[in-house]
């Protein structure tokens, strides 16, 4: 049983699925919400912060074709 | 940068360049040639880019008696034929400006007035020096190899008398 | 749902003067609505501020210097003590918060289970005893309207923190720096660097590929021209040697030749290998190498000083000489510091002058007469070469003019073959070549290729990896700014829907509704709210949020009607009781009129009274009439306990000057 709000879990959900991404993604943003939340885990250590983040990008799936890869950076720049 | 063959010098021995495994050969024929007539010219932009960034093979054996005869050229260009006590100011300043230990591998520092170009231009000027005294681009490396020592020798003898030509004014 | 209730709290050695305070009845239970009044400058503000550092923890203690802004005014150093006791579900838990005025640090001490000296809190409210979450229960007037606010925020922000919001967004700060961290010394960041090492592989990779097809069609290619060569030469030998003394003399001056030849590629070899070194080519050179060598011994170069000696020099408080260091001297020492070496200058010129001495450190000429003796050998070796060919040639030339129309025909295939066959031999030579022969880049030797194929390749990977991270951390960024984004839809929907529904309860002729809360609390098109009716949506908006987070809070609030009119004061009246379940409020008796009686029968009577004072000249009096066990008196200030006292109290009489402290 999760602290964090359902209505924020049923969000990460539904974006990791719009984005196509596995739902460990946001399985993983989820836990560390709640491991916030119950006091184990700490935004301020940089450290513990790295490691979620390598654990989470080693989830994540890039776009397969050139052009989703384009679309993607065009929008971030 | 560093060592930089001008392209008409390329050209000139590429008869036996297959003769040659390394092509700073032609570099350093053309290098000691400069020294020898103390003959420096400049490179220009149609010349390329640097072919080579360190001494390659047996030459890295050489190269503290190449940078040492880089530092003599140019102490007699400034000072004439002796150093005096009084001259270590400007000899200090001139290796610092010519060497780096912490730059290239070569120890030649960079920079239009570095020790990288400086040796580039001698190497163009003894190019010059061969293009004007040679008769015939070289065909063979074993009638050119003796050729250009004798070259070495006529231009040594040259500087000699008229060095001794200037000390008897 | 998690009850919390305030229980009361304590303040000893602050600035505001010490007291305690008990918000619960007889039966243990704290009052529906407790009403605290303190004149100006008793240190209502001050109060109001510990309980939000209480409830916020150390968090809220970055800045040290706050931490003396609740001394006692005139005191020096000493400690002041604030506990706050609270019920969490009718379990007692109790924050106590000492401050050490001198070393102006905040301290901490939690009894829940048990006690610690730290901030540790019941997990149902981590979230909400937080420096950002407290002030959303413990708030002045202000911020119900500030919640209303188009042009604010507060709505958002009190969302944001609830549900972690906040956090989600702070990963996307924490995702960049990642980024940040792992590229630091990365030689490539863009993805122009990506494109351009990959156009840089492949063009290396197709040369490669075509280099490799070359060298298999020239191996080939060899192959049958040579055999054709030896074919078309044994042939013309068989021809030649018809005559069979032409025959037996080819055959000696083949040998011959072939010796020669032999002995004419050694010599020439060794005679290159010591043609590169240049005192075998230049006995001036030598000479001057070693007039440069003794002029640096006679110069003492290099110096056993180092320009880092006059750095150090330079940057010393005081001159070398004893006098204090000026600009003019250090300019003078740093202006000689740029004739020396330094260290590992020094380093260099102490191996040229080493070499000089190793390897050209005999007599200048020496060199040179040895290299011209093997250059004497070298001629010999060419002449007998020349001599051997030539007695070969004029043999064949004799056979030819013989008038063997067919010999010299085969002779002048066999002349077009080997000038084929040395050309195709020359260009496998370059592609087999050991290294790149100075053509760096344009390199055309496999060998040399495949390493730059390779650094390539790693330079692709490291591009590659970098790239890969960016794409990442970019996809996830976008994820979490559209989840936070959804999720702020769907808890706006429901606590809209919640708002409404208590609203609906609290305002039964006139209800209010709501229609967004994502910025600010926005009212339905058609509804518009009396100013009393807006509060009390504010007040409706914070609760539903309190109830989304699974916990029921107390409010506590400073001047609760602030500079309202007496009407509006007398509608939030009523209403106040039945929006929260435990309300405590700090006044001033200019609040009284048309708000404390009202909610006091709001409240159906379930309302305490407390007044607070400084004690002084002026004050003592006011004791004479009251119940002596309504007094509680401390060492500067009193508390009152009867609801007769607060009616009849005019705290403006008895303020002192206003604080110029912001609320």
Redesign the interface.
Known sequence: MT???E??V???K???T??G?PKE??QR?VS??DA????NAD?AD?SE??NR??D??DQ?K?PVTDLD?EA??G??A | MSFRLRTDAEKWFSEIEGELDLKFDIYYFCLIAGFAAVRKSSLTSADKPAFVDDFPGDYKLQQNLLLGGLIDAELRDLLGRGVTVKDKPVVQKSVSRLLTAAGASTHLSGGTDGGAARMNEYASGGFDVLFERMIDKPRKLETFLRAYAKLIGELEDERAEAEAALAAV | MTQVRLLGWKAAGLRCPDHEISLARTDGRPHHVSLVQMPNGTGKTTTLELLRAAFSGPGAWVDPDAVTEFAPRGSVGGRGAFEVRLLVDDRRFTIEMGLDFENRRAEFRTTWTSSVPRFQ?P?SL??VLTPEFAPFFVFDGELAHALLDPRKTRAREALEVQ???S??N??RK??D??WD?KTRNSTTKG?KGLTQRRNKLNELSQRRDRLTVEKAELTKRLAVQKAKRDKLEAEYKAHFDQDSQAQEERKRLDEELKRASGNLGTLLANALTDARKPQNLSPRFTAGLQALRDNLDKLKLPESAAKEFFDELAHDTHCVCGEEMTDDRRGAILARRDSYLGKEDMGVLNAIKGAIKDTAGDQPSSYREAFDKQLARLRDAVRERDLVQGELDALEKRRLEGGDAELSAMKARLEELNGALAKDAARLATIDADDDSGHGEDTESLKALAKKIKRAGDLVAEATETR??R??????K???T???A??TN??AK?LVDATNARLESILTRSPLRVADVRDSVVLDGQSRGSPGQTLALGYAFLLGLFD??QVSLPFIVDSPTGALDKNVRREIAELLPSISQQLVAFTTSSEYEQFVPVLDRAARGDVQYLTMFRLNDATQPLLAGVEPDAVRLSANGVLITSKSFFEGFDSEAYGEKPTTRAA
Do not use: C, H
Not at chain 1, 36 to 39: D, F, H, I, N, Y
Not at chain 3, 471 to 476: A, G, R, V
């Open positions: 602290r964090v709000n209505n924020v049923a969000a990460l539904a974006a990791a719009d984005a991404q993604v946001a943003l560390w919400l916030l939340a119950t006091g935004l940089v912060a790295a983040i390598g989470l990008l994540v890039l890869l993607l950076l929008d971030e | 809190r997990p981590l979230r549900f972690q919001l956090s989600l702070q990963f924490l995702m720096r990642y961290d993805d890969d991270i794409l990442k951390t970019t996809i996830l976008k994820l979490i559209g989840a936070v959804e999720a769907r808890i429901q989304a987070g």
